[in-house]
C-alpha cells in the first residue's frame, strides 16, 4: 500500500499575503500592518508578499463573468488571480468601518474565488471604540462563501489610535502574545492545507 504524504520541509517558508484593507489616506492600518510585519519577519518561517490595496488600486469589479469560471477579461485581474494563487496563507488587516470591515477589502476578496479556497486567513481587525469586534464578525461568513479557512486565534484592537506614536503601532504584550498564536495556527493550517487541495487535484 502506498501512503501519499506531504513534507514542505521545514526549511520551507509557507507564503504568507498580508493584506491592508484600509485604503484611506493618513490610515493607521499602516502602521498596524507594519507591526505584523515586522513581527512575522523577526520570527522568521513565513515569506511575505505585503499587499497594500491602496497601491493595488482595484477598481470595483469589472469582470463580465462570474470569478468561479476564472475566464478573466481584465489585466488587472488576471494580475490579482496570479499574485493570490501562490500564496499558502494570509492575514488581513483591516479596520472596523460602521460595524463591518473595509470596503476595500470586500472588492479585493470579490474579484476572486478559487484562488482563496480552501487556504487560511488570520484576522487582525481594529476600530474606535467597537474595537474591530463587528470587523471580524462580518468577515466570517465571507470567509466562509470564499472557502477560507479562518484560524480560531485572532486580534481586534480596540482605539487602535491611542497605540501609534509616530507612525509606528506599539504593541501590548498580550496582542503580540495573541499574533503568535494567529501565527502559530497558519503555520500547521497551511501544510495540511496545502495536501488537502493537492489531494484534490489528484483525485480530479
Ligand atoms: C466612516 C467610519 C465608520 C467607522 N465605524 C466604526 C465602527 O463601526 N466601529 C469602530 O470601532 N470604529 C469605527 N470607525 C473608526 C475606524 O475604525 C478608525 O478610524 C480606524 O482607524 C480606521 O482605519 P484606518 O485609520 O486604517 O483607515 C469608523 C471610522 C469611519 C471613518
Do not use: C
Amino acid at each position: 500500500m502506498s501512503i501519499r504524504t506531504f513534507d514542505r520541509g521545514p526549511e520551507t517558508p509557507i507564503k504568507l499575503m498580508v493584506v491592508i484593507g484600509s485604503v484611506r489616506p493618513g490610515r493607521i492600518g499602516l502602521s498596524v500592518a507594519l507591526w505584523v510585519h515586522e513581527h512575522i519577519t523577526d520570527r522568521g518561517g513565513f515569506e511575505i508578499d505585503f499587499v497594500d490595496l491602496a497601491e493595488l488600486n482595484l477598481p470595483m469589479v469589472d469582470e463580465l463573468r462570474l470569478p468561479k469560471t476564472q475566464q478573466y477579461g481584465r489585466r488587472h485581474t488576471e494580475a490579482w488571480s496570479a499574485r493570490v494563487e501562490q500564496a499558502d496563507a494570509f492575514l488581513f488587516v483591516s479596520p472596523e468601518i460602521n460595524s463591518s470591515f473595509s470596503p476595500a477589502l470586500k472588492n479585493a476578496l470579490d474579484f476572486l474565488f478559487h484562488e482563496w479556497g480552501r487556504k487560511p486567513v488570520g484576522l487582525v481587525s481594529y476600530g474606535g471604540r467597537g474595537g474591530g469586534a463587528f470587523a471580524t464578525a462580518a468577515l466570517r461568513p465571507v470567509l466562509s462563501d470564499l472557502q477560507l479557512i479562518a484560524a480560531s486565534s485572532y486580534i481586534d484592537i480596540a482605539r487602535a489610535s491611542t497605540q501609534v506614536e509616530d507612525g509606528f503601532f506599539i504593541p501590548e504584550e498580550q496582542q503580540t502574545a495573541r499574533l503568535d498564536n494567529l501565527l502559530d495556527e497558519l503555520n500547521a493550517l497551511a501544510p495540511a492545507l496545502r495536501s488537502m487541495r493537492e489531494s484534490a487535484l489528484v483525485a480530479g
